[in-house]
Each structure stands twice: as C-alpha cells, then as structure tokens.
C-alpha cells in the first residue's frame, strides 16, 4: 500500500518516489529528481543535491556527489561514467583548485530518465568555462552554482602542468573577480538609494 502511497505522492508533488532499496540517507528536504537500476538491484538517484551511486563493491556506503563536483558524466554502451572532483586546495581569491579522482563505471540495466537528468544538471551547475595556457600547460577556469555558496571559480590543471603556475594565475583570476562582483553590489546599492 505504501508503493500506492508514494506514487500517488509523487504525482501530486512532481518529485519520484524514493526507489525501495535505495541505501543512502537523504538530507532534510532533499528530493528524488530520477533513478536508475544496475545488476543485482542497485540504484543511482538524481537528487536537487547531486548524484548518488551505488556502494562499490568494497561495501562502502552509497555515496552522492554534488552537482558542481560532477567533472564529467558520460552515458554509453548501457552505463554511466561519473568523473568527480576533489577539492584539492582553496587558493586566494576565493579559487579552488580540483584533482579529478578516477572514473566510475556504473551500468546501469534500468536507467530511466537518469542519463538526461544527469546531464540537465551537470550542465546547469556551469555557469562559465573557459581553457587557458599557463606556463607550460593549461588550466580549466569553470565558474560553477554552488548550493549554499553561489558562483564559486574551480580551477582543474591539465595534467604535468606546474601546480605553482596555476596557483599564481588563480588567484590573481578570483581576485579580478571578486573585485568585479563588489563593483557590481556596490552599483546595485547605489541605485537602489538612488
């Protein structure tokens, strides 16, 4: 009867049920957005939080990822690949500095809409990306929404690229930036006495 119940709820609402089996423990308020199923029953939730996979099969805990630490997520040959960011390091300015961890592989025998919604989401978390060379490689500078922190600058080296480099051209970006938007509050309060 429950089943029925949520449903039913679901409709009213606009949100999906929360799937049975699902192994996570969502936030108050946090709600399902889409899911999907994987061999043996697992589950992957969209949320308007982030992207919860499975326990890998080391027994860990289901684990979410937050939208704006989502680096990459990929739908082909029946799975998901999620690239995540770590924060690394927060750098002056504001700046954070990303490591990539390595790609999970998640199939998935039942996606739903996951594929779409994963995307929908990934793709609204970015407000601006932009590569740029520093010394002897490159940078990726995204500007991402952060729940709770508004537009934060994400800074993610390419690979060999010197690490103090990146740094210094960071966080002279974030300064630029957070001057920009002071400028731009100070304008808006200006007018707003005007």
């Given at each position: 009867?429950?089943?029925?119940?949520?449903?039913?709820?679901?409709?009213?609402?606009?949100?999906?049920?929360?799937?049975?089996?699902?192994?996570?423990?969502?936030?108050?308020?946090?709600?399902?957005?889409?899911?999907?199923?994987?061999?043996?029953?697992?589950?992957?939730?969209?949320?308007?939080?982030?992207?919860?996979l499975p326990p890998a099969a080391s027994g860990e805990a289901a684990v979410r990822i937050a939208?704006?630490?989502?680096?990459?997520?990929?739908?082909?040959?029946?799975?998901?690949?999620?690239?995540?960011?770590?924060?690394?390091?927060?750098?002056?300015?504001?700046?954070?500095?990303?490591?990539?961890?390595?790609?999970?592989?998640?199939?998935?025998?039942?996606?739903?809409?996951?594929?779409?919604?994963?995307?929908?989401?990934?793709?609204?978390?970015?407000?601006?990306?932009?590569?740029?060379?520093?010394?002897?490689?490159?940078?990726?500078?995204?500007?991402?929404?952060?729940?709770?922190?508004?537009?934060?600058?994400?800074?993610?080296?390419?690979?060999?690229?010197?690490?103090?480099?990146?740094?210094?051209?960071?966080?002279?970006?974030?300064?630029?930036?957070?001057?920009?938007?002071?400028?731009?509050?100070?304008?808006?309060?200006?007018?707003?006495?005007?």
């Amino acid at each position: 009867m429950s089943g029925v119940l949520d449903r039913l709820g679901a409709m009213l609402t606009g949100r999906e049920p929360m799937p049975e089996g699902f192994t996570g423990t969502l936030d108050e308020g946090e709600r399902v957005i889409a899911d999907g199923r994987g061999p043996r029953g697992s589950i992957v939730l969209a949320t308007d939080l982030g992207l919860w996979l499975p326990p890998a099969a080391s027994g860990e805990a289901a684990v979410r990822i937050a939208w704006h630490l989502v680096t990459k997520a990929t739908w082909a040959g029946g799975a998901l690949e999620v690239i995540e960011a770590q924060e690394a390091e927060e750098l002056d300015g504001g700046v954070v500095l990303l490591a990539d961890l390595p790609p999970r592989r998640v199939p998935l025998t039942d996606p739903g809409k996951l594929p779409e919604t994963v995307h929908r989401r990934v793709t609204a978390a970015v407000k601006d990306s932009q590569h740029h060379e520093v010394a002897d490689g490159g940078a990726w500078f995204v500007q991402r929404r952060a729940p709770g922190a508004g537009i934060v600058l994400h800074v993610r080296p390419d690979p060999g690229t010197d690490l103090d480099a990146v740094r210094s051209v960071a966080a002279g970006v974030g300064e630029r930036l957070q001057a920009g938007r002071e400028a731009e509050r100070s304008r808006t309060i200006g007018e707003a006495r005007g």
